[in-house]
C-alpha cells in the first residue's frame, strides 16, 4: 500500500517523501486537513524529513486554520534541531525588510 506525502512525513519515510515530491514537484505546499508536509512532519518531530522539506524550499509561512505555522508547530514539539531548521532568519528577514 502507498502512503501519502503527508503520511509518509509523519511516520518519518525520508526516502518515499524525497521520491513522492520528485515524481509530483507541486505536493510539497499540498494540504492535507489544513497542514503541509512540513507541518506534519515537525508535529511528529522527523528532523532528516524537516531538513530535506526546508532544503526543498517548503513553504514556511503556510498557516492552518488556527493560524500556526511550521515555526509555531516546531517550537511547540520543544525539538531544537527542527526548531532551528524551520527559523531560517535569513528567509524572514527578506521577507520583513522595510521598503
Not at 524525497?18 to 528532523?47: D, T
Amino acid at each position: 500500500m502507498q502512503q501519502n506525502l503527508h503520511t509518509q512525513c509523519a511516520l518519518g519515510h525520508l526516502q518515499s517523501v524525497m521520491e513522492s515530491i520528485k515524481r509530483n514537484p507541486s505536493s510539497l505546499n499540498s494540504l492535507v486537513q489544513g497542514w503541509s508536509p512540513l507541518m506534519f512532519a515537525c508535529y511528529h518531530g522527523r528532523e532528516d524529513v524537516v531538513a530535506n522539506l526546508v532544503q526543498m524550499n517548503a513553504d514556511l509561512l503556510i498557516a492552518d486554520s488556527q493560524g500556526q505555522t511550521a515555526l509555531l508547530i516546531a517550537a511547540s514539539s520543544n525539538n531544537l534541531a527542527i526548531l532551528s531548521n524551520v527559523y531560517d532568519v535569513s528567509y524572514l528577514n527578506e521577507l520583513f525588510v522595510p521598503y
